[in-house]
């Protein structure tokens, strides 16, 4: 019992410390981005109005992703917390916008350009 409630409380630790650093981040960078209403806040990041960046993606990880069709219909995919964690806005919130998914984390691995050569 004592071991679930220390790596809970661990895990509580690190997902506080992923949301305090990801929003110095998205503040830093000016990355568009809006936070959770969830304790603690997640940050969800936006496409810039370019469309050719996203705050929760390597700049080269996303232009490979951009450029292979069945990379960018995962790009589609409607979070599914929309209705309740996240603010209403003009855009639809997808799943790999939230900083803490682990399939965008995925994604920047194995999308980025030449990653599977070394």
């Known amino acids: 019992m004592m071991l679930g409630t220390s790596w809970q409380y661990g895990a509580g630790l690190l997902?506080?410390?992923?949301?305090?650093?990801?929003?110095?981040?998205?503040?830093?960078h000016?990355?568009?981005?809006?936070?959770?209403y969830g304790?603690?806040?997640i940050v969800v990041y936006?496409?810039?109005?370019?469309?050719?960046t996203h705050g929760d993606f390597l700049s080269a990880s996303y232009a490979a992703i951009l450029k292979k069709s069945e990379w960018r219909r995962r790009l589609q995919k409607v979070?599914?917390?929309?209705?309740?964690?996240?603010?209403k806005a003009d855009c639809s919130w997808k799943e790999l916008d939230a900083s803490m998914s682990s399939a965008?984390?995925?994604m920047n691995i194995f999308c980025y350009q030449g990653v599977t050569k070394r």
């Open 39 to 41: 304790q603690p806040p």
């Open 79 to 87: 979070h599914s917390q929309v209705k309740h964690s996240l603010p």
């Open 104 to 106: 965008a984390l995925l």
């Open 15 to 28: 997902r506080q410390d992923l949301s305090e650093r990801n929003i110095a981040y998205a503040e830093l």
């Open 46 to 52: 936006q496409q810039s109005t370019c469309g050719q």
């Open 30 to 36: 000016q990355l568009p981005h809006v936070t959770s």
